[in-house]
């Protein structure tokens, strides 16, 4: 009651200018971004995990929720993996509707914290450790490849549905998350490669650019040069799919 009595003024924040939506070199307009965690069997008494999840578009959040999953995991890879095919779910029909209405969206940026969860979702972790969630692994493997989301390792103190899933410490870890998911600070975690390509690919006018697979790496191909980056998160003249194949884009390739 302390907390509510104290935050009664407090409330969802959409930003507008551009000095906000393209600061720190990531440009944010009108482009959906989600973040998604899970714990490991934080109820006591079923054992079974709790999802957390969050979708913003310009700095603020449309769609947030935590619940619990239906099923107890046996790993910490499961929950999340779980967890991750849930936001899945939840972007599809949201990537349709924003298309209506003229907001064409690249591969959703998924802010993940779990290595192993970023791996299985590209096909490059280990199958034989997940094969009594293969389905779920399968799920996330053809959002990959279909070009819908593209999960992003980020530490756990940078992913703000972490607050979603389980009490966190200290209390100024709480309300730092908490202005970023309410939009009173609008600064989400950027890796050290994707701000380094965005960076690269920064201009006052627009570019035409191309991509392709080779030899199993995606290649961007510029007016100006070819590399071997491989970022999914920006819009190459609209095409449909990430790669050939979710095998073909490994985590190094993907800069996360």
């Not at 070199?25 to 971004?33: E, G, H, P, R, V």
């Not at 107890?72 to 939840?90: H, V």
């Not at 209405?101 to 591969?107: H, I, S, T």
Request: aromatic share 6%.
């Amino acid at each position: 009651m302390r907390y509510l009595a104290g935050t009664i003024d407090m409330g969802v924040t959409y930003h507008g200018s551009e000095e906000v939506l393209k600061s720190g070199c990531y440009d944010m307009t009108n482009k959906l971004i989600g973040t998604v965690d899970s714990d490991l069997g934080g109820c006591v008494d079923s054992e079974k995990s709790t999802s957390g999840l969050i979708l913003m578009l310009n700095a603020g959040p449309i769609l947030w929720r935590s619940s619990r999953q239906s099923t107890a995991s046996t790993g910490t890879a499961e929950a999340e993996c779980k967890a991750a095919g849930f936001i899945g779910q939840q972007l599809v029909p949201m990537i349709d509707l924003l298309s209506e209405l003229g907001f064409e969206q690249p591969p959703v940026r998924v802010l993940e914290d779990n290595i192993a969860a970023v791996q299985l979702s590209m096909g490059t972790g280990k199958q034989g450790k997940s094969g009594h969630f293969r389905r779920m692994v399968a799920y996330l493997e053809g959002l990959t490849d279909r070009g819908i989301i593209w999960l992003d390792h980020t530490p756990s103190k940078e992913n703000p549905s972490d607050i979603m899933t389980k009490s966190v410490t200290p209390a100024d870890q709480f309300f730092r998350m908490r202005d970023v998911i309410m939009g009173c600070t609008p600064v989400l975690f950027v890796s050290a490669k994707v701000r380094e390509i965005c960076q690269s690919y920064q201009s006052t006018a627009p570019v035409s650019v191309s991509c392709y697979v080779k030899s199993g790496v995606l290649c961007i191909d510029s007016p100006d040069d070819i590399r071997s980056f491989s970022i999914p998160d920006l819009n190459f003249n609209g095409r449909k799919s990430l790669c050939e194949s979710p095998t073909s884009v490994s985590e190094m390739q993907m800069g996360v």
